[in-house]
Structure formats: C-alpha cells, structure tokens
C-alpha cells in the first residue's frame, strides 16, 4: 500500500541531543500528524499541522508542515531516555474520498542511551 | 473515561482457520477504523465504519470484513487465514466522519498465523 518516506530509518543518540527527523510525500497533503509508537501499543498523536508552513511546538516537540505541501519535520529538543520509540508521520490520504483514512510513513525509530 | 479497548490481546491462530478481533471504541465517539500493522512498517487502513456504516476500504482481500454494531463496537473478521496476516491489528476511534483526524488508537490484537 502507499506510504510516506521518512528519514532517517533510526536513530541513535545520547541523552540531551537534539533529534531532527522528516517525511516526504509524491503527493501534495491538507494536514500532517505525527505520532509516536512505544512497544506493544498504538500509536498517540504528538502533534497536528493543518496549514503550509506552520510551526507547532508541544513541549520540547516542534513540527513544521512544509511550504510545497509535500513535507514535513519534526525536532526533538534536549532528547530523554522516554522519547525513546518509533515515530510516524501521517497524513489523510489524497484519494480517501468520505473516509479519513490515513497514510503512514515507515517510521523512524528512536533509541537514547543515558 | 476507558480508551479504546482491544480483545484479544493476542492471538496465535493456524493457517485457512478464521479469526474475530473486537473493538470498544471512546465512548461518545462513532466512527471505528481498522489498520494493520506489519512489524517494521506503519500502520495500513483497512476498514472504515461511521454510524454503522462502511465509509471507506483499504487495498485488501474480500476475505477482510467488519462490522460495527448499534453501540458502535466493532469486530474485525479475517478468513482464511495466510501467514501474512500476521500482524498488530490497530482500532482507532473518533467522533465522527469527514475531516476528523483525532483518532485514538487502541493498543492492538497482536494475530500470528502459524
């Protein structure tokens, strides 16, 4: 099925780094979520971007939609050892027609060593 | 307030057997869709219900059905099953059709087929 592309696969990292990571579409998107996945539960919605452009922070989390529309990003500042997961991007399918099913990237998996 | 609640948990099912996976979703909250989720991947829309309704499909076999019930609960049923199948099976609830992305993911039936 289709899904977004995102980078890096994983990530590695020492506690108090900063973490960057981004999400890339063929198709042009009206919203991007992300979410963060911990082991054996679903995912929960971090944060939602509604407009190209936009800049939305929660917490030491900021997400930006970009301006083509077919992008987004997302910062972690001063990483801790409970952000550890895998991060999705998301975003309503082009094609979703009455649904608002969703499309999800392939995840970036995070890992921080105290 | 409960989330959405999941049952099973898990599963271990054998190959051509059927299986039912249930799902409770936010009360208050009418729409129930269904993602699979494959380990390494992001989840994948399979089914869409909103007021007992279908409202969307996903790229899967007719061997994938689901209903939604006058308490908007919702049980997933696959035939037939093939060793693919094995995977986190994800309900998520919102209050409703059209541009709602505020979904709430239970925490999934983890099926293997054997």
């Known amino acids: 099925g289709q899904q977004l592309n995102q980078s890096p696969q994983s990530m590695f990292i020492q506690e108090g780094e900063d973490v960057s990571m981004n999400c890339t579409s063929s198709?042009?998107?009206?919203?991007w979520l992300w979410y963060k996945q911990d082991p054996g539960e679903g995912p929960v919605l971090l944060i939602a971007?509604?407009?190209?452009?936009e800049l939305t922070s929660n917490g030491r989390l900021t997400a930006q939609f970009g301006i083509t529309r077919k992008d987004s990003f997302l910062n972690i500042s001063a990483s801790i050892p409970s952000d550890v997961g895998i991060y999705f991007c998301?975003?309503?399918?082009?094609?979703?027609?009455?649904?608002?099913?969703?499309?999800f990237g392939t995840g970036t998996l995070l890992a921080v060593q105290p | 307030d409960a989330g959405v609640t999941q049952s099973p948990t898990h599963l271990i099912k054998t190959r051509g057997q059927q299986v039912t996976l249930r799902c409770s979703p936010i009360?208050?909250?009418?729409?129930v869709s269904w993602y699979q989720q494959v380990l390494g991947q992001g989840p994948q829309f399979i089914f869409q219900?909103?007021?007992?309704?279908?409202?969307g499909r996903g790229n899967f076999p007719d061997r994938f059905s689901a209903r939604q019930f006058p308490n908007y609960s919702s049980e997933l049923n696959v035939n037939a099953l093939l060793l693919g199948d094995s995977a986190l099976y994800l309900c998520?609830?919102?209050?409703?059709?059209?541009?709602?992305?505020?979904?709430?993911f239970g925490s999934g039936t983890r099926l293997t087929v054997v």
């Open positions: 998520a609830s919102s209050l409703g059709g059209g541009q709602d992305y505020g979904y709430t």
């Open positions: 198709s042009i998107f009206n919203t």
């Open positions: 971007l509604y407009k190209a452009g």
């Open positions: 998301a975003g309503p399918s082009p094609y979703g027609g009455a649904t608002n099913k969703l499309i």
């Open positions: 009360s208050g909250h009418k729409s």
């Open positions: 219900y909103y007021e007992k309704e279908e409202r």
